[in-house]
T-cell receptor, first 116, second 110 residues
Framework: DGGITQSPKYLFRKEGQNVTLSCEQN?????MYWYRQDPGQGLRLIYY???????QKGDIAEGYSVSREKKESFPLTVTSAQKNPTAFYLC???????????????FGPGTRLTVL | DAKTTQPNSMESNEEEPVHLPCNHS???????IHWYRQLPSQGPEYVIHGLTSNVNNRMASLAIAEDRKSSTLILHRATLRDAAVYYC???????????FGTGTSLTVIP
């Protein structure tokens, strides 16, 4: 079954610690994305990657870092510099970045991060 | 700045049609209109997309105004499983950045 997996589903972190959220896809998609969602709000783009070894900042990249060493993996690190990290984090992928017509983003189930 | 405007919430009775409106007055000629929906504590899922013509698929229909400044997502017979937040999103085909607003929270009444 093809899809996107995120782990863990729930994550607790002490203030001042870095934490890495996992995102893996077996859809053979080139593009991957990380979004943050706060309660009652829409999704905001943190980082995206069009291809392996390349990534760009989204609208709210401060306090986050990513890597894209493999096509199927796009981990997100929430650093201690992120002032308010408690949120629901969603990873997505699409066949490619840009281009005409059908370019659906497929989303994982999300990781809910709580900073204690 | 918000690219799309949607009502915060709507209600529908089960098995009745639902029309979810979206205004996008600043849409450019090449922007695609996408609809996604998000069930509680889950990631969003694709519903439908279109450019100029009305579109139908097994989940819904998308009606696009002639001037493309608005669109309507139509669920033909609402079920309890359709209760979700529905997002109307514009996408510039040169990129794939989706700008999610706050969406419309649809409540389906049994």
């Amino acid at each position: 079954d093809g899809g996107i997996t995120q782990s863990p589903k729930y994550l607790f972190r002490k203030e001042g610690q870095n934490v890495t959220l996992s995102c893996e896809q077996n859809l053979n998609h080139d593009a991957m994305y990380w979004y943050r969602q706060d309660p009652g709000q829409g999704l905001r783009l943190i980082y995206y990657s069009q291809i392996v070894n390349d990534f760009q900042k989204g609208d709210i990249a401060e306090g986050y870092s990513v890597s894209r060493e493999k096509k199927e993996s796009f981990p997100l690190t929430v650093t201690s510099a992120q002032k308010n990290p408690t949120a629901f984090y969603l990873c997505a992928s699409s066949r490619r970045f840009g281009g005409n017509s059908y370019n659906e983003q497929f989303f994982g189930p999300g990781t809910r991060l709580t900073v204690l | 700045d918000a690219k799309t405007t949607q009502p915060n919430s709507m209600e529908s009775n089960e098995e009745e049609p639902v029309h979810l409106p979206c205004n996008h007055s600043t849409i450019s000629g090449t922007d695609y209109i996408h609809w996604y929906r998000q069930l509680p504590s889950q990631g969003p899922e694709y519903v439908i997309h279109g450019l100029t013509s009305n579109v139908n698929n097994r989940m819904a229909s998308l009606a696009i105004a002639e001037d493309r400044k608005s669109s309507t997502l139509i669920l033909h017979r609402a079920t309890l499983r359709d209760a979700a937040v529905y997002y109307c999103i514009l996408r510039d085909p040169t990129g794939n950045q989706f700008y999610f607003g706050t969406g419309t929270s649809l409540t389906v009444i049994p």
